[in-house]
């Protein structure tokens, strides 16, 4: 029965290899067209994530539909809300400012950028610090607006999966149609050879 | 349109369109949650590689910290399945590059900003990425991307808030 919980060296290796060679090709090593998701000149960025939901979210909804897949054996993040908008504003910030997120930078360092060693660098830094304050104020803080009748919108919010689903897709179709005006209106998506050239 | 690469004589190739690249991420991700039952990601192997690190330099303040304790109670997590996953996404993404001509050394973002301050800036978002992360439980990849696949709540008030952020501050600080 599915999932099979692998956790070795191997079923790592092979999820993250696959996950980096789609990365790098996405062009999600260069910080300059990640970034340029934010200028509002290349959506590129939210046009692979929401492809990627849907077309994962879809996947295990079927798998479960024709019974391949119990429900509830997949890992859902644990529905706290404070912790999640605070972690989302500094995540935003830092993407920003140092030009990748974490899986990015990793992408970035094995493309020959030295700015994403630098990252990764402050990662582990950032890492430590909040391990070091990490205590019972921290805890609290971050289990404030904790939605306790369950994680997902259809035990939190009664919202049947089918209409999750379909709001995803409309979602996604409104990326895409969003995306593609404003790459329009402006220098349009980041080519490789710029990307390769460096920002400037 | 290809120009030669810096690094050699390999012409750069174009990114795969982003309807593709979503759509095979979309099924890596997929098969990802078939054989763990967890999505990918990579802010957590950070906070493996620090507890590892804590552990053989620090053993005694690292089991004693809240947050690091429970992740030394077995043992060692360098070595587990998110450290392996980060290490693969390294070579995968090192493999793409260098058959795609797209493997440069640089300093990206040193011809835009100058090379001093984008040091500062990639110091700089790391740590706030970093800090980030382990409030929000996960990055980009953990939380937003595989937490939304999972339809979780919290993936997509991460990722509102990321994306507000990230549009305020871009207009304000030049990351690259």
Same mark, same amino acid.
């Given at each position: 029965?599915?999932?099979?919980?692998?956790?070795?060296?191997?079923?790592?290796?092979?999820?993250?290899?696959?996950?980096?060679?789609?990365?790098?090709?996405?062009?999600?090593?260069?910080?300059?067209?990640?970034?340029?998701?934010?200028?509002?000149?290349?959506?590129?960025?939210?046009?692979?994530?929401?492809?990627?939901?849907?077309?994962?979210?879809?996947?295990?909804?079927?798998?479960?539909?024709?019974?391949?897949?119990?429900?509830?054996?997949?890992?859902?993040?644990?529905? /706290?809300?404070?912790?999640?908008?605070?972690? +989302?504003? &500094? $995540? !935003?910030?830092?993407?920003?400012? %140092?030009? =990748?997120? *974490?899986?990015?930078?990793?992408?970035?360092?094995?493309?020959?950028? /030295?700015?994403?060693?630098?990252?990764?660098? +402050?990662? &582990? $830094? !950032?890492?430590?610090?909040?391990? %070091?304050? =990490?205590? *019972?104020?921290?805890?609290?803080?971050?289990?404030?607006?904790?939605?306790?009748?369950?994680?997902?919108?259809?035990?939190?919010?009664? $919202?049947?999966?089918?209409?999750?689903?379909?709001?995803?897709?409309?979602?996604?179709?409104?990326?895409?149609?969003?995306?593609?005006?404003?790459?329009?209106?402006?220098?349009?998506?980041?080519?490789?050879?710029?990307?390769?050239?460096?920002?400037? | 349109?290809?120009?030669?690469?810096?690094?050699?004589?390999?012409?750069?190739?174009?990114?795969?369109?982003?309807?593709?690249?979503?759509?095979?991420?979309?099924?890596?991700?997929?098969?990802?949650?078939?054989?763990?039952?967890?999505?990918?990601?990579?802010?957590?192997?950070?906070?493996?590689?620090?507890?590892?690190?804590?552990?053989?330099?620090?053993?005694?303040?690292?089991?004693?910290?809240?947050?690091?304790?429970?992740?030394?109670?077995?043992?060692?997590?360098?070595?587990?399945?998110?450290?392996?996953?980060?290490?693969?996404?390294?070579?995968?993404?090192?493999?793409?590059?260098?058959?795609?001509?797209?493997?440069?050394?640089?300093?990206?973002?040193?011809?835009?900003?100058?090379?001093?301050?984008?040091?500062?800036?990639?110091?700089?978002?790391?740590?706030?990425?970093?800090?980030?992360?382990?409030?929000?439980?996960?990055?980009?990849?953990?939380?937003?991307?595989?937490?939304?696949?999972?339809?979780?709540?919290?993936?997509?008030?991460?990722?509102?808030?990321?994306?507000?952020?990230?549009?305020?501050?871009?207009?304000?600080?030049?990351?690259?």
């Amino acid at each position: 029965m599915l999932p099979l919980h692998t956790t070795g060296a191997l079923s790592g290796l092979a999820c993250g290899f696959l996950f980096g060679y789609i990365l790098e090709n996405a062009g999600f090593g260069s910080p300059q067209k990640l970034t340029a998701q934010f200028k509002l000149t290349d959506w590129s960025v939210f046009k692979v994530m929401f492809t990627a939901i849907v077309v994962a979210a879809l996947g295990l909804w079927l798998l479960r539909l024709v019974g391949l897949m119990p429900p509830d054996s997949i890992a859902v993040p644990q529905a /706290l809300v404070m912790a999640s908008a605070v972690g +989302g504003v &500094l $995540v !935003g910030a830092g993407f920003a400012i %140092g030009g =990748y997120c *974490p899986g990015t930078s990793v992408a970035g360092l094995a493309s020959g950028r /030295l700015d994403a060693l630098v990252f990764i660098v +402050g990662l &582990l $830094v !950032g890492t430590f610090a909040f391990v %070091g304050l =990490y205590g *019972p104020t921290v805890r609290s803080v971050m289990a404030l607006g904790m939605i306790a009748e369950g994680d997902t919108f259809t035990d939190a919010y009664g $919202v049947a999966e089918p209409v999750v689903l379909a709001a995803l897709v409309v979602m996604l179709v409104a990326v895409f149609f969003a995306g593609s005006w404003f790459e329009r209106r402006g220098p349009g998506p980041v080519s490789a050879e710029q990307a390769v050239a460096g920002a400037e | 349109m290809s120009v030669s690469s810096p690094t050699g004589d390999r012409p750069v190739k174009a990114f795969w369109p982003p309807m593709a690249a979503g759509a095979a991420l979309g099924l890596a991700l997929l098969f990802t949650f078939l054989i763990t039952g967890h999505g990918l990601g990579a802010s957590g192997a950070a906070t493996d590689v620090i507890a590892g690190t804590g552990l053989a330099v620090a053993p005694a303040a690292t089991q004693a910290n809240l947050y690091l304790g429970p992740k030394v109670a077995d043992g060692n997590p360098i070595g587990s399945w998110m450290t392996w996953e980060v290490l693969g996404l390294f070579i995968g993404a090192l493999l793409a590059a260098f058959m795609a001509g797209r493997f440069r050394v640089q300093l990206d973002g040193a011809r835009s900003v100058g090379t001093s301050s984008r040091i500062v800036r990639a110091l700089a978002g790391g740590v706030l990425a970093g800090f980030g992360a382990r409030v929000a439980g996960g990055c980009t990849s953990g939380l937003g991307l595989s937490g939304a696949a999972a339809l979780g709540v919290a993936a997509f008030v991460f990722l509102a808030l990321f994306f507000a952020t990230g549009l305020i501050t871009s207009r304000i600080v030049r990351g690259v």
